[in-house]
């Protein structure tokens, strides 16, 4: 009689498995307390995934509203005079426009003043450009009010912010005095230099620290009012990539000449988005606590679950089911807790930051409170911007914790001793 063959096992992750592992994920009342833990591991790893995500994608916001704002009212490279003042500017301007890379180029003057009108005083910031650089500086020119650019020539004509338009309660065609700390030399001394001028135009950009203190004035005036002569304070240069314009400083150092200085915005605002870099790494690992104290619960309520079914592990291993059989039904179990935590936490982050101004209104009207205020802020409307890389990171980090959190409690099922289990079961 010839041997009969050997029946072999079944393979890994067979269908009684998967049966086995969602009548486990299934709440009874006998096994009530391990159900809630796992309600609560898998809303815990929910809340984990969506905050993360909300959390970066409006640090991202943030970061490229400021850089935005920042940048494209400052420019990215300032070139100055080793003095402070630069007299050659239309030859220098001219060949730096001419690098490649260079987008933008333009010789400005600038200095605080103080702002009067309606019986109110505000310190701004006065910048001196042409009329042709400042429409060609677009971060401000698509905000104007209309006919503000035709208006912005002569000597008595600036734009001013919204915000600072609101404060001294003025608007376009209204007057506004402005005031230098230094301007006559006199016989007893230098005495401030007062002027009044007419508002041209409003702009407004949406950052509140620019929108409340800048005046943009035409550039021959502004080098009266500031006593600059013929020379300008810096030129303002602009790039095709201001995160990678490092590499065009030297270019642009070789154009301006021997007795000049080249400024890139890193240095400038180099501690502000440091800070911003820190403040986002601390609630990376903060946020990340929550994932991990959720992944923490899997394993407690793993660890209660095989010992409540010791016994169905031991019937299991005596009608041919093998060690590994038992870890993959335990390993389902608690991976299914973390894929679909992190699934719910997906879709609530992405639909949450998706819609983030809307709920941030309706929770104001709701609270009666103020959420997010652009004077602390300096944003108009809170940002979230999504990274594609980084929603991919926080999804596999999540799923990777809470898969290394099944493995010691899928582990300890595996090595149960079935005669060991039905005995004192």
């Not at 309606?118 to 001196?128: A, D, I, K, M």
């Not at 005495?191 to 135009?201: D, Q």
């Not at 652009?374 to 940002?383: A, D, G, N, V, W």
């Given at each position: ?7 072999s096992g079944t393979h890994p992750f067979a269908p009684f ?168 030399v006199t016989p007893f001394g230098v005495t401030p230099r ?121 019937i299991l291993r005596t009608m041919g089911a093998t060690r ?102």
């Amino acid at each position: 009689m010839e041997n009969a063959p050997a029946r072999s096992g079944t393979h890994p992750f067979a269908p009684f498995e998967w049966i086995i592992a969602g009548r486990y994920l299934r709440p009874r009342r006998a096994e009530g307390f391990v159900s809630l833990i796992s309600i609560l591991s898998l809303i815990g790893i929910a809340l984990g995934v969506a905050a993360l995500i909300i959390v970066l994608s409006v640090m991202n916001g943030f970061r490229h509203e400021l850089l935005s704002s920042i940048l494209g009212i400052n420019g990215h490279v300032m070139v100055q005079g080793e003095e402070g003042s630069l007299t050659d500017y239309d030859a220098v301007t001219a060949r730096i426009r001419a690098i490649s890379g260079v987008t933008r180029a333009a010789p400005i003057v600038e200095g605080q003043v103080m702002a009067a009108q309606n019986e109110v005083n505000s310190g701004v910031l006065v910048r001196g450009m042409r009329q042709q650089d400042l429409a060609s500086l677009t971060t401000v020119a698509k905000t104007l009010s209309p006919g503000a650019l035709a208006a912005f020539q002569g000597g008595d004509a600036v734009i001013i912010g919204a915000g600072l338009a609101e404060k001294l309660g003025i608007g376009p065609g209204a007057s506004i005095t402005l005031i230098a700390a230094r301007g006559n030399v006199t016989p007893f001394g230098v005495t401030p230099r007062i002027k009044t001028y007419t508002v041209a135009g409003v702009f407004k950009i949406g950052m509140t620290i620019y929108d409340s203190s800048y005046v943009f004035m035409p550039l021959g005036e502004a080098q009266l009012f500031f006593n600059k002569g013929a020379s300008v304070s810096a030129i303002e240069v602009m790039t095709k990539d201001p995160d990678r314009d490092l590499s065009l400083l030297g270019p642009i150092a070789h154009a301006a000449g021997p007795y000049a200085r080249v400024i890139p915005w890193q240095d400038t605002n180099s501690n502000f988005f440091e800070a911003l870099q820190v403040e986002r790494n601390v609630m990376f690992l903060i946020l990340t606590l929550i994932i991990l104290v959720a992944a923490l619960n899997i394993v407690s309520g793993l660890v209660m679950l095989v010992k409540d079914k010791s016994a169905d592990i031991a019937i299991l291993r005596t009608m041919g089911a093998t060690r590994g059989a038992v870890m993959r039904v335990f390993l389902i179990t608690g991976s299914s807790i973390g894929v679909a935590g992190t699934f719910i936490g997906f879709l609530i982050g992405v639909g949450f930051c998706a819609n983030i101004e809307a709920i941030r209104q309706a929770l104001q009207r709701l609270t009666g409170t103020t959420l997010f205020d652009p004077t602390i802020y300096f944003l108009s409307k809170m940002p979230a911007e999504m990274d594609a890389g980084e929603v991919i990171a926080v999804v596999a980090m999540a799923l990777v914790l809470t898969l290394l959190a099944t493995l010691y409690p899928s582990w300890r099922a595996a090595k149960l001793d079935p005669v060991e289990a039905l005995r004192y079961g």
